[in-house]
């Protein structure tokens, strides 16, 4: 069923699923020490015993996003916050990471995220032109927070 792997000073539970099409996939979660990689290697062959295993889905970014901008967003913020974090979302998260599935987003593709933005042109919203030519780090670090939010809302 499920098995534990040591590379380097991380440890991998491993295990084979059939995802909505049908098809045989093998997935890898990493885990710091070894007992939490034995817990979650008896979580899923659990799981996957009772028939309660559920494979990952492969939602794209822009799809939580709007997911999680209508049932968190709507709730918690306030106009101009709705307005500036849809602004964020729309112009330089949807552009940049919009396809990319969530299950595939690690701390590489973050480091690769924040190098772009640092690359990017800033845009004029509003009739305001930009002050700047690039995405400032106050930008960034707003887009992080966001981003950060809406993860964390997703492992809800």
Same mark, same amino acid.
């Given at each position: 069923?499920? #098995?534990?792997?040591?590379?380097?000073?991380?440890?991998?539970?491993?295990?084979?699923?059939?995802?909505?099409?049908?098809?045989?996939?093998?997935?890898?979660? /990493?885990?710091?020490?070894?007992?939490?990689?034995?817990?979650?290697?008896?979580?899923?062959?659990?799981?996957?015993?009772?028939? @309660?295993?559920?494979?990952?889905? /492969?939602?794209?970014?822009?799809?939580?996003?709007?997911?999680?901008?209508?049932?968190?967003?709507?709730?918690?913020?306030?106009?101009?916050?709705? #307005?500036?974090?849809?602004?964020?979302?729309?112009?330089?998260?949807?552009?940049?990471?919009?396809? %990319?599935? %969530?299950?595939?987003?690690?701390?590489?593709?973050?480091?690769?995220?924040?190098? @772009?933005?640092?690359? @990017?042109?800033?845009?004029? !919203?509003?009739?305001?032109?930009?002050? @700047?030519?690039?995405?400032?780090? !106050?930008?960034?670090?707003?887009?992080?927070?966001?981003?950060? !939010?809406?993860?964390?809302?997703?492992?809800?």
């Amino acid at each position: 069923m499920a #098995t534990i792997v040591k590379r380097g000073k991380n440890f991998y539970v491993v295990f084979r699923y059939d995802d909505a099409n049908g098809n045989s996939q093998q997935k890898w979660e /990493s885990f710091k020490t070894k007992k939490e990689a034995q817990k979650r290697k008896s979580e899923v062959e659990h799981e996957i015993d009772t028939g @309660t295993f559920i494979p990952p889905a /492969s939602i794209k970014i822009k799809d939580l996003l709007i997911d999680f901008v209508d049932m968190y967003g709507k709730r918690k913020w306030g106009l101009s916050m709705y #307005t500036s974090n849809s602004g964020l979302i729309r112009n330089y998260i949807n552009p940049i990471l919009g396809e %990319v599935n %969530v299950q595939d987003v690690d701390a590489r593709v973050v480091d690769k995220f924040i190098a @772009t933005l640092q690359k @990017t042109k800033a845009v004029d !919203c509003n009739g305001r032109r930009a002050k @700047t030519e690039f995405v400032t780090p !106050c930008t960034i670090e707003k887009i992080c927070k966001l981003m950060r !939010c809406a993860f964390g809302q997703a492992i809800r």
